[in-house]
């Protein structure tokens, strides 16, 4: 097969295997309060049960509200083009790097906040107000532990990245990944809206975020959403997947982490608002750690 | 890839030293401090180990199992008692918040690699990376001191600090005579029992462990 079949190929397989990751963590979450569990069809059943639906637009709403859906599907899908899954080369790896990524992340986000603003809810803007402020703390750290991987790999090409970090042993460069494993786990618990940071299972208004800015959305824009949703969360996953074990079965890499965040979704409770930074915080400091780390010991001497 | 694992340990504990000691700084209850004092000492007793290992010095196992012992289970047993007897549940007040203790802390960091930068008469492989890490650990413990207000975190920050000199002396010297360790390991314990019959006597005196009122005691 030809290599650009196969990183289109490996766009669609995320499109198709991203819900499959979201079933898997309400699954465990279900295990471990002594339910059986949504079954594993449910999660495609929901998405096809929201394409399906009426759609109640609030008249207020202006054209920022029925763009920001195909915005951030549009730049969620862009991301996943630039990460590599299960096969080493991306569809887009040619055109952006890590740096790219970030971004098209954060015009989908930037579009969202708009929009929830725009359907004119309290609770849109207090959303908005809230998912911006934590962006603007985990971007850099995530920028940051892109670096660490950068001074070591030369490189700022994600693909580039995975494919020399897969090259060098594990133990040579097991100081600095294991300190940039612990920052990007943090920053894959704020960008999927996982619980320390944000409960994606209630609309609580005290303490939901994500939900928040979505409140308005109904019908196709809502099934969208929560799409690009679940392809992000996948895509930091294989991010982690990749980049930190370059080795063994991509699915079963992607699982175990997810076995990983469900696990700690299940034991820990949501974090206060305001404690949230200090957790950004120390994901922060660990990447720059890293990449101190790695000026001290590299040091020639 | 037995010649290589072990420098490549060494490395890993040596960032990790770092993390648990950032951690300390940042920790928000007391308790999960001292714990995370008590994972920092276990980690110090792994690089000693390993050192030891590598460089072939036998006599560092006495150090390291001291530290074990001594650190890792008798002194933060000593600290949960005096919390215990003290009465108090979450009790780590600063002058300046986690992010910016954080920053500083950082910023510590910076100023030990690029200070210790240009030493003379470092030689090996590991002494010129644990020197920076050695000297920011002793400045952590420092702002700590520094920035807490309560007696028992600023114990903490003194024991950190006595970290930090530990690593500097292991990694150095290859460990300093026997006798010389044992009369350390010796004075950190008193120390802390002296500081924590010193706590008592403040808490008595103000009914409280803020050292703040000590300012009281002015003329």
Known sequence: MSPIFLSILQVILVMALAPGVSWFIKKLKGASQNRVGPALGQVYFDLIKLFRKEMVVSETASWVFHAAPFVLFAS??????????????????????????????????FFIALAAMDAGTSFGGMGSSREMFLSSLTEPALLLSFFAFSVHTKTTSLQTMAASLGSEPLTATLFFTALIFGAMLIVTLVESARIPVDN??????????????????????????EWSHQIRQLLFFSLLANLFFPFGFYLLKVFALALLVGWIEIHSAKLRLFRVPDLIAIAFVLALLSLLGQLIIGRPS | MSADLIPSLIHLTGMLLLAAALAIIASPQLFACIRLYAAHSFLLAATTILVACHEGVTHLWIPALLTLLLKVIVIPQVFFRMIRRLGIRREVESYINIPFSLILAVALLFLSF????????????????????????????????????????????LLLMENGLFLMAITLTSGMPLLVELGIFFDVLV????????????????????????TVLKG
Do not use: C, N
Request: hydrophobic share 55%.
């Open chain 1, 76 to 109: 969620t899908l862009l991301a996943a083009g630039l990460v590599p899954f299960f096969w080493k080369e991306t569809l887009l790896g040619f055109a952006g790097d890590a740096i790219l990524l970030v971004y098209l992340l954060a015009l989908g986000r």
């Open chain 1, 200 to 225: 994606p299972a209630t609309h609580l208004e005290l303490t939901m975020v994500h939900e928040a800015m979505i409140l308005e959305y109904s019908g196709r824009y809502l099934a969208l959403i």
């Open chain 2, 114 to 157: 690029y200070g210790t930068a240009h030493l003379p008469g470092l030689s090996g492989v590991e002494e010129r990376e644990f020197i920076p890490m050695a000297a920011a650990t002793v400045f952590w413990g420092m702002l700590m001191m520094a920035t807490r207000k309560k007696a028992l975190t600023q114990i903490v920050g």
């Open chain 2, 191 to 214: 120390g802390v029992i002296i500081m924590g019959v010193f706590v008592f006597k403040i808490r008595d005196a103000f009914e409280g462990i803020d050292v703040d009122d000590l």
